[in-house]
């Protein structure tokens, strides 16, 4: 998030600008993020006035505005029509200590059935700072193959980047994009969860088409160790992911809530109706 400062005590003759993290927890010991100082004032200003919560809307349409709102949420504007507070799918925290928004996760594959098998990574965190996906390598090949051999779709191969998130585009060959299915995705509300949650992610929420047989798949490999917890793999889900999600960041329950966004896509539209242009037709 970056923070431009208008208004303020003692300070108020100069302007600042800086980037503010927004991860539940500081990765600097003598310094708090700054949900945690929400979280120890008990609110803003010492007072009880704005809770550590927030919640992130993004928009897929080019020209208009996300919103990211401080110490609550509001479900009926940013939620699809007709979704109300109990349609919020709620997920603890993975681990007890983390620098990053980390879920639970379950099996992944297709909206037609056909699943990833043996994947490593059985976490997934939300960063609304990528523009793309970050995928283990190994889970990138489990993915990649399964492209191949049922929708042939076709990828190059990708450089492997331990050390940095530098995202590496796969330049791939589509068969034929427009019928390539939803990718499924299982969030769970807790380790000991047997049912979880799907959510699903349009083809053009993971693959871009560029046409003329050209795709681009926009989950990458990366095997950058992450968070507290060293050895673990994640999927990093970024802003893709989170134009599909109204996303909710509980800090005071550790916890996260998911509902399913405003926003309209090619694929969900019924016949004749067309979806909004995605941000991301830019990549």
């Known amino acids: 998030m970056f923070l431009a400062v208008n208004e303020a005590s003692d300070i108020d003759k100069d302007k600042f600008s800086g980037i503010v993290g927004l991860g539940p927890a500081s990765d600097v010991g003598r310094l708090p993020s700054f949900i945690e100082q929400i979280a120890g004032l008990g609110g803003a200003g010492g007072e009880a006035e704005m809770a550590p919560i927030f919640s992130i809307f993004l928009t897929n349409k080019d020209g208009t505005n996300g919103k990211i709102t401080f110490g609550g949420y ?13 349609d919020v799918f709620w997920a603890s925290m993975a681990h007890a200590a983390t620098y990053f928004w980390v879920m639970n996760m379950g099996e992944i594959g297709f909206s037609d059935g056909n699943k990833m098998q043996s994947l490593i990574s059985k976490h997934m965190i939300l960063d609304s700072g990528l523009t793309y996906a970050l995928i ?13 051999s049922k929708y042939g779709v076709k990828c190059a191969s990708s450089s492997k980047d331990k050390n940095t998130a530098q995202v590496n585009p796969s330049d791939c060959t589509c068969k034929d994009f427009n019928a390539l299915p939803d990718l499924n995705m299982k969030v769970l509300a807790d380790k000991e969860d047997k049912t979880g949650k799907v959510l699903s992610i349009p083809r053009e929420l993971y693959i871009r088409d560029k046409g003329e047989g050209k795709c681009r798949l926009l989950l990458n490999p990366n095997d950058m160790q992450v968070g ?4 673990d793999n994640y999927w990093i889900m970024g802003d893709q992911f989170m134009q599909k999600y109204y996303t909710i960041y509980d800090h005071a329950n550790w916890r996260m809530g998911l509902v399913e966004s405003k926003n309209t ?6 016949e ?12």
Do not use: C
Request: glycine share 10%; proline share 4%.
């Open 74 to 86: 509001d479900v009926e504007k940013f939620a699809a029509p007709g979704k109300t507070e109990k």
């Open 136 to 148: 283990p390598t190994e889970d990138f090949k489990i993915l990649t193959t399964l492209l191949d």
């Open 228 to 231: 507290a917890n060293y050895g």
């Open 265 to 270: 896509f090619a694929t969900t539209q019924g």
């Open 272 to 283: 004749g109706e067309k979806g909004e242009v995605s941000i991301l037709d830019k990549i």
